[in-house]
């Protein structure tokens, strides 16, 4: 791979679901709490543990005590499908379900976050956060951005290194785990068309030897539904174009 690695990639119009998405988890956590008909909350449940949203976390916990077991074991299919592993607080701080389907659910749930908490890491990655360069997005916005690309990060097996850690503590667990170490900065600007452009810049850790950088841009929603779409497809593209791997 060429030192300075540059990927765009332009996001077409966005989909009728990205155009949707404000207020979807309120939304449907409305349903899951206040729904009448059971099915109604069940499908609430599942669809919230596919928006791989962390907000979705709190109301499916809730949903657990559902009068419905139906609704019970959605919500822990579902707590296994969002992939929060402080999930398992709310999954195993509850007694026994008294139904067999529910419990199933509920435990299948557990193993699934054990597994994900467990799994050994694939590389080290000293992370910086996100900058705003656009000047204008909300600080609650551009935080909650950030928690998804750590969110994502975390998902392809990275190790978050400290935020303060010295060069030689780097090395120390880069030598005793075995792992690659790389810095990863984030920045959003403004893009085309009055969108957003979200680009990381990838560096090796702790040497700080310049990689390069992806960029990926998106336009036509509002910047909370551009910057939701726009962080895991811009982690994506830098795992594959720096190889993150061992």
């Known amino acids: ?34 729904g009448k008909d059971p099915r109604v909350r069940v499908q609430s449940a599942l669809v919230l543990g596919a928006t791989e949203d962390p907000g979705a976390l709190a ?10 077991e139906l609704v019970r074991a959605a919500a822990a299919r579902s707590l296994g499908t969002l992939g929060e592993v402080s999930a398992l607080d709310c999954l195993q701080s509850r007694p026994k379900d008294a139904d067999a389907e529910a419990q199933h659910a509920r435990e299948e749930a557990v193993h699934a976050l054990k597994a994900a908490r467990d799994r050994p890491p694939r590389f080290y ?16 916005l551009t935080q909650l951005a950030e928690a998804r690309l750590r ?8 190790l978050l290194a400290p935020a303060d850690e010295s060069r030689a503590g780097a090395k120390s667990v880069l030598k005793k785990r075995r792992l690659k170490g ?23 850790y ?6 390069g950088q992806v960029e990926v841009k998106a336009s036509g929603a509002r910047p909370a ?21 061992p």
């Open 206 to 211: 702790p040497e700080q030897s310049l990689l």
């Open 59 to 68: 109301p499916l916990c809730k949903a657990l005590g559902d009068a419905s």
């Open 151 to 158: 969110r994502k990060l975390a998902s392809l097996g990275a």
């Open 1 to 34: 791979m060429p030192l300075l690695a540059l990927l765009v990639l332009a996001l077409m119009a966005p989909s009728v679901a990205l155009a949707e998405a404000d207020g979807r988890i309120a939304y449907l956590s409305r349903q899951l709490e206040r």
């Open 125 to 140: 990655l000293a992370f910086s956060g996100l900058k705003d360069k656009t000047g204008q997005l909300d600080a609650a």
């Open 225 to 245: 539904e551009l910057l939701k779409a726009l962080a895991p497809r811009a982690v994506d593209e830098a795992a594959q174009t720096f190889e993150w791997s």
């Open 182 to 204: 790389y810095r990863l900065s984030a920045e959003v600007h403004p893009g085309p068309g009055g969108g957003l452009r979200l680009a990381l810049v990838c560096m090796t």
